[in-house]
Nanobody
Framework: QVQVAESGGGLVQAGGSLKLSCAVVGNDFSINSGGWYRQGPGSQREWLASITSGGATAYTDSVKGRFTISRDTAENTLSLQMNNLKPEGTGVYFC??????????????WGQGTQVTVSS
């Protein structure tokens, strides 16, 4: 059984920073790639950032230069460093971890979400 534990959310003032973490344990699930998503109040879940198995990263325009996604293969975690947070960044943040095994379709798991509230 695979378990995903997200942490790091909270309340922060505009301009502040937070670091979100996503740990995956169990069932020999090694993170090869993944991403972070945000769901604001009354909004659909939107993609924020991704990291590939080779370490290449991509970001949506609204967070470029402020957010950094990373992966720790030893700890089997994904992280999202968020700097210069803005009030529109308020929402629930979800991680998605992907495992790639030769000859099999990719498998993904999602975190339970962590609340981030940015006050103005």
């Amino acid at each position: 059984q695979v378990q995903v534990a997200e942490s790091g959310g909270g309340l922060v003032q505009a301009g502040g920073s937070l670091k979100l973490s996503c740990a995956v344990v169990g069932n020999d699930f090694s993170i090869n790639s993944g991403g972070w998503y945000r769901q604001g109040p009354g909004s659909q879940r939107e993609w924020l950032a991704s990291i590939t198995s080779g370490g290449a990263t991509a970001y949506t325009d609204s967070v470029k230069g402020r957010f950094t996604i990373s992966r720790d293969t030893a700890e089997n975690t994904l992280s999202l460093q968020m700097n210069n947070l803005k009030p529109e960044g308020t929402g629930v943040y979800f991680c998605r971890a992907v495992r790639i095994r030769l000859g099999r379709p990719p498998t993904d798991v999602w975190g339970q979400g962590t609340q981030v509230t940015v006050s103005s």
